[in-house]
Nanobody, 117 residues
Framework: QVQLVESGGGLVQAGGSLRLSCVASGSISGIYGVDWYRQGPGKQRDLVAGITSGGDTAYADSVKGRFTVSRANARAMNTVYLQMNNLKPEDTAVYYC?????????WGQGTQVTVSP
């Protein structure tokens, strides 16, 4: 059974930084792409950033230049980070990591990020 577990959320003032982690565990062979989504209060869940199995990254326009997605180990699935700098109140949301592994979609439970003005 595969599990994705996020951590690192919290309360931060505008302009501050947080680093989220997504730890994958279970029967995983190989490396898969991992995406970060977020869902603000009363909003739909939106794609924020992603990293492919080959290490290519992509970002939503709203976070480009402020967020960075990376792997702890380029050769392993274990941990993916989302470094968030210059946070804004509009970044307040529950952040989820997602990966499709061998054709099955997996979501983490989410971690709350709250940015105060």
């Amino acid at each position: 059974q595969v599990q994705l577990v996020e951590s690192g959320g919290g309360l931060v003032q505008a302009g501050g930084s947080l680093r989220l982690s997504c730890v994958a565990s279970g029967s995983i062979s190989g490396i898969y792409g991992v995406d970060w989504y977020r869902q603000g209060p009363g909003k739909q869940r939106d794609l924020v950033a992603g990293i492919t199995s080959g290490g290519d990254t992509a970002y939503a326009d709203s976070v480009k230049g402020r967020f960075t997605v990376s792997r702890a180990n380029a050769r392993a699935m274990n941990t993916v980070y989302l470094q968030m700098n210059n946070l804004k109140p509009e970044d307040t949301a529950v952040y989820y990591c997602y990966s499709a592994i061998r054709g099955t979609a997996y979501w983490g439970q989410g971690t709350q990020v709250t940015v105060s003005p």
